[in-house]
């Protein structure tokens, strides 16, 4: 979160260091060769709103370790919120970073695979058909049918006590990432809005396979972001499940009224 007081006291830095230059310069320069008042500087823009401050979590006044030093603390946390089942799909390092940046880039066409914070799911993309006519292999849902399970359990009450006591750190990393006015709140709950916009394809979904890689033979699915596209891999019922509990996490995490 953008910290308003050193703003504040930043600017003050700023204006008082432009009175003493100007100060100096006109008390020393000669009476007749007075420049012309310089024009106004334009006003700084102004900081962007905040549309979900993140409630009070009830413990912030609990010391949080340094970013770099955090993985030990959040996997203790997150050991004790989401399980021993849980944490086996969780990559131990760079927890905090990795979370952030996968979560900025659901939206996009593309996630980055070593940023990711969880492990790859086993197995490999099974489809019914040939290259020229193929549809995914209702089979192949099944392939994230144990994650989608232990998710099924989650207690998104205690998920989000863990991710509201380390928000700061959350914000320091979306921050890092090149948003430095950014509000990391708002952009999980931009990717969760993206994520509940899935559409729900019942029938079989087509692909095509212009080389390597199957590809959604529907352009308007392709052209999706990457969240959705992941969430039609996984088949409807896996996804009314992850998009249950995002509504749940939503609702949590927006209980606060927007700052003003």
Do not use: C
Not at 2 to 10: F, L, S
Not at 129 to 153: C, Q
Not at 185 to 202: F, K, M, Y
């Amino acid at each position: 979160m953008v910290n308003k007081p050193m703003i504040v006291v930043a600017a003050v830095v700023v204006l008082a260091g432009a009175g003493i230059a100007y100060y100096f310069h006109v008390h020393n320069a000669p009476a007749a060769r007075l420049p012309a008042a310089a024009a106004a500087p334009p006003p700084a823009p102004a900081e962007p709103a905040i549309e979900h401050p993140v409630p009070n979590s009830g413990s912030a006044s609990a010391p949080l370790p340094a970013l770099g030093d955090s993985d030990p603390a959040l996997r203790d946390a997150l050991d004790g919120a989401l399980g021993k089942d849980a944490m086996r799909y969780l990559v131990p390092e760079g927890i905090v970073r990795h979370i952030v940046v996968t979560i900025d880039n659901l939206p996009r066409q593309k996630v980055s695979a070593a940023k990711r914070p969880t492990v790859a799911v086993p197995g490999t993309f099974l489809v019914q058909g040939d290259e020229l006519h193929a549809t995914i292999d209702p089979k192949n849902y099944a392939r994230y049918d144990a994650m989608v399970s232990v998710v099924r359990k989650l207690d998104m009450k205690q998920v989000a006590d863990v991710y509201l006591h380390f928000y700061p750190l959350f914000q320091g990393a979306y921050q890092d990432l090149g948003y430095p006015t950014g509000y990391f709140n708002d952009r999980l709950v931009q990717v969760i809005d993206s994520l509940l916009a899935t559409p729900q394809i019942l029938g079989p979904i087509e692909l095509t396979r212009p080389n390597v890689l199957y590809t959604f033979a529907d352009p308007t699915l392709e052209a999706r972001p990457a969240g959705q596209r992941l969430l039609l891999r996984m088949g409807p019922d896996n996804a009314a499940v992850i998009k249950a509990k995002l509504t749940e996490l939503r609702a949590i995490i927006t209980a606060a009224p927007p700052a003003r």
